[in-house]
Nanobody, 119 residues
């Protein structure tokens, strides 16, 4: 069973940075692709950044391009989301999710980590 554990959330002022981590277990890390999603109060969950279905290409939502970077450390079974130039509208619960390589849908989810950006 794939398990995902996020960490690194917190309170930061606008313009600041945070790095989120997602540690995967229960699966061969190279067989999964991981993405980051977020959900703000009263809003739908939206994708933030993700590795492609096949290979190491990355995709970003327009609202984080140039500010957020997704990366992975295969030796640590960990995916990171470096968030720079944070804005109050980035406030949300951030989730990492995994899909088996080649699959479109993300079938495994972490519990989420709260990110709050103050103005």
């Amino acid at each position: 069973q794939v398990q995902l554990v996020e960490s690194g959330g917190g309170l930061v002022q606008a313009g600041g940075s945070l790095r989120l981590s997602c540690v995967a277990s229960g699966v061969t890390f190279s067989s999964i692709g991981i993405g980051w999603f977020r959900q703000a109060p009263g809003k739908e969950r939206e994708i933030v950044a993700a590795f492609g279905r096949i290979g190491g290409n990355t995709n970003y939502a327009d609202f984080v391009k140039g500010r957020f970077i997704i990366s992975r450390d295969n030796a640590k079974n960990t995916v990171y989301l470096q968030m720079n130039s944070l804005k109050p509208e980035d406030t949300a619960i951030y989730y990492c999710a995994a899909r088996m390589t080649g699959n479109r849908d993300f079938g495994f989810w972490g519990q989420g980590t709260q990110v709050t950006v103050s103005s």
